[in-house]
Structures are given as structure tokens and as C-alpha cells.
């Protein structure tokens, strides 16, 4: 349900609002996205503690029924619909394809590299997707149009972002990890260290837009990539004695350079192909959950294993930890790099 209305949300948004104020209107967006994490992990890791983890799902319910009603009475805009249709098999391919790379990289956390239960899923979702470009190509009218790729800066574009959502859900998956199994903190605890970085990614997710209107692209660009190293350098000197208050700044410094960089740099990728403005957005979401997924689990199996195959309360574990934040650096560098030497404004390049 999250893969459809998110990206039919963002194609709603670029049909209504003008180019030139995308960036404005996708930071109103990116606010309203990141707001309701933020206060998820507080409520998650209250009611996980008081009431146990079964009680979330009633809350989802309720959520869920309650969004669908504003929807459907709310969402009535219509752009008129072209005569296009579904190609079963494409729709198959990409389902089982992201669906078999996604299982693969999750199962990770509980198998081996070298696992059946790895190794098959990815595999075969591989393969599917393989079939799956290659089907897009040959028929006349397909799922998704894959020659926006053939877009440099496009391609550029999604590629800062997917390391950036790499590093971004890595690190919500392994920060807890820390907190809880190295430094031994409880789920509520956690949840409060992370909840000033929320705050921040809220406010900076519409900051890095202005930004990147008033100055241009690669401001917001140059400050979110700074404030990302400042934040992985520091998480290079997290220790099992540190302090709440010195891992809750090293994230909110994180989640300040994660705010100013993802809806600026996602918002210029689909407007060097603005045209085609739906395919990008699909382009841009399907890959952000697949790199996302696939971090979340590949940068705790590298502490993991660093750690000698069980992460907890000592020296071991946080050197593991270091060397990982070592690994979240030198992405922050090539994000930095590729973004100064790639990305321009639009007006230069067409």
C-alpha cells in the first residue's frame, strides 16, 4: 500500500504545482513524510515497553482505516486517463524481482551470507528484473518507461540518492543496535536519541528546498553532505559509556545533512526529465526502497561479522562500530564528489 500511495502522491504533487516552484511544494511534502517517523518512534518505543510490541498493529489498523476515508473523500483530482494498459507480465516481474532482492537482503540478519535462503531469493529476483528491463524495451507500451535512464543527470540524480538511502536506512536499522545492544539503553531511550535528528530532518526537509531556490542546487547540496560527514565522524567515537546527549547531537547533525539533501537533489533528478514526470517518480521510489532495504540489512551483517559474528556490550562490538562509521564516511565523500563534479543547474545544462 506504501509503494502506491507514495508515489502517487509525489506524481499528484508535480502535476498541479508549476517546475519552478517544485522545490518549494516537494519540501512541503518531504515535511509531512518525515513527520510522522519522528513521531512513530516515539509512540513505537513507548507502547513497545508498556504494552508490548502486538499492540502497534491495532494502531496501524485503525491508521489505515482512517486514511482511506480522507482519501476517498478528499482526493478528487483528475489529470483524465490515457488508454493504457497493464502489461501482466511486466507487472510479475517487477513484483517478484524487487519482492526476491528485497527477501534476500533482509534474511541476511538471520542467515549467512552464503545462505540458501540469501542467495536463491536474490537470485531470482535478479533475474527477474533483468527480464524485466529487457521486456520494457521491447514492448510498445511499457510498465515504466526505462529511457529516462538514458538521462545522465537523471541517472546521476538517483544514484546520490540511492547511496544516500543506503547510508539513511543502514543506519536506522543499526543505530538502535548500538544504543540498545552495545551501549544498553532501553527502546525508549532510543527512540529519544533519534527524536531530535526527526525534529530536524521535519524542519530541513523544507529548508534544503528554499536553499535550493534562493541559491541554487548545490547549496543545499555542499551543506546536507557537511553536515553528514560532521555526524558519521562522530558516530566514529561512539563508545558503550557515551553520553545520551552525545549520541542524540551526533544524529540530529546526521539527520540535518540527510534533510537538506534528499528532496533537493530528488526534485532536481525529475525535473531534468520533467516530462516525463511519472516514470521518474517510479524510477526514483522503486530504487529508493530496494537500496534502502538492501543497506538496513548489509550494514549491520558488516558490523556483524566485525564483531565476530554477535554484536553486544563490548570492545569488540564497538570497534566494529567504528569501522562501519569508517565505511558511512567514505560514502559521504563519494555522495560529495559525484554531486560537485555532476550536478548543475538546469539552466546550464539545456
Known amino acids: ?34 513527520f510522522t517517523p519522528v513521531l512513530g518512534m516515539i509512540l513505537g518505543g ?29 482526493v478528487k483530482v483528475d489529470f483524465g486517463c490515457e488508454d493504457y494498459p497493464l502489461d501482466i507480465a511486466s507487472a510479475i516481474l517487477s513484483f517478484v524481482g524487487c519482492f526476491g ?48 535512464l538514458k538521462n545522465r543527470y537523471f541517472t546521476i540524480g538517483i544514484l546520490v540518492l540511492a547511496i544516500g538511502y ?8 543499526l543505530i538502535p ?18 527524536f531530535p535528528g526527526g525534529v530536524a530532518l ?14 541554487g542546487i548545490k547549496t543545499p547540496i555542499f551543506l546536507g553532505c557537511t553536515g ?21 547531537v551526533s544524529q540530529f547533525i546526521r539527520y540535518v545533512g540527510f534533510g537538506l539533501l534528499f528532496i533537493p537533489i530528488s526534485t532536481w533528478a525529475i525535473s531534468m526529465v520533467s516530462d516525463k514526470s511519472e516514470d521518474a517518480s ?18 549491520v551483517v558488516v558490523t556483524s561479522a566485525l564483531a565476530g559474528g554477535e554484536i553486544g556490550p563490548n570492545s569488540v562490538s564497538e570497534v566494529a562500530f567504528t569501522q562501519t562509521s569508517i565505511i558511512l564516511v567514505i560514502l559521504t565523500a563519494a555522495i560529495f564528489i559525484i554531486s560537485m563534479l555532476f550536478i548543475k543547474e538546469k539552466d546550464e545544462i539545456y
Request: aromatic share 14%; charged share 10%; hydrophobic share 55%.
Open 1 to 34: 500500500a506504501y509503494g502506491i500511495i507514495m508515489p502517487y502522491t509525489q506524481i499528484l504533487l508535480l502535476k498541479i504545482v508549476p517546475e519552478n516552484q517544485w522545490q518549494m511544494f516537494m519540501g512541503i511534502y518531504g515535511i509531512s513524510i518525515a
Open 46 to 74: 513507548y507502547i513497545i515497553d508498556i504494552y508490548g510490541w502486538k499492540n502497534i498493529f491495532s494502531i496501524f489498523i485503525v491508521l489505515s482505516l482512517f486514511t482511506l476515508v480522507l482519501g476517498l473523500l478528499f
Open 101 to 148: 532482492v528485497i527477501f534476500g537482503f533482509t534474511n541476511i540478519s538471520q542467515f549467512s551470507l552464503i545462505s540458501i535462503n540469501v542467495i536463491m531469493p536474490v537470485i531470482v529476483g535478479v533475474i527477474c528484473l533483468v527480464l524485466f528491463f529487457k521486456r520494457q524495451n521491447r514492448i510498445e507500451k511499457p510498465l515504466i518507461n526505462l529511457n529516462i
Open 166 to 173: 543506503f547510508m539513511y536506512n543502514g543506519c536506522t536499522a
Open 177 to 194: 543496535i548500538f544504543v540498545q545492544g552495545i551501549a544498553s539503553y532501553d527502546a525508549i531511550t532510543t527512540s529519544l536519541i533519534v
Open 202 to 215: 521535519i524542519i530541513f526537509n523544507f529548508v534544503g528546498p528554499l536553499l535550493a531556490t534562493r541559491f
Open 228 to 248: 553528514l560527514m560532521i555526524g558519521h565522524i562522530l558516530m566514529i567515537f561512539f563508545t558503550r559509556d557515551s553520553s545520551v546527549v552525545f549520541l542524540a
Open 282 to 299: 517510479t524510477v526514483y521510489n522503486t530504487s529508493r526502497e530496494i537500496v534502502g532495504s538492501i543497506g538496513s540489512s548489509i550494514l
